[in-house]
């Protein structure tokens, strides 16, 4: 009889700590991949924050692009840039505080 108690409390340890194991490994397991899945929503967020950006930038390039369409827009900016004048007319550049 102390031999069959004895063989029955291995057996409860043996499960035990089996059980012990099998939970730490999981519990071990779902961390591991919470902690990917909080790295991988912050990276989202930045990425569609830097979406947004880019998207107003390119609404800005395509804005400068039609103007640079218009011929008038052109000299403009030329004269304005680039100090460029039509014949007669003078450039005075006044300095900026």
């Known amino acids: ?10 057996r409860f340890f043996l499960l035990g700590l ?3 194991f099998i939970i730490c490994a999981v519990t ?3 961390g ?3 902690i990917e899945i909080i790295d991988k929503y912050q990276e989202k967020k930045n990425l569609d924050r830097e979406l947004t950006s880019m998207k107003e930038k390119e609404e800005e390039l395509k804005v400068d692009a039609d103007k640079l369409q218009n011929p008038d827009y052109i000299a403009r900016y030329a004269r304005e840039k680039y100090l460029y004048s039509k014949e007669g007319e003078y450039i005075l550049q006044i300095p900026e505080e």
Do not use: D, E, G, L
């Open 32 to 34: 591991k991949y919470w």
């Open 18 to 20: 089996t059980s012990m």
């Open 28 to 30: 071990f397991t779902i």
């Open 1 to 10: 009889m102390a031999k069959r108690k004895k063989k029955v409390r291995t």
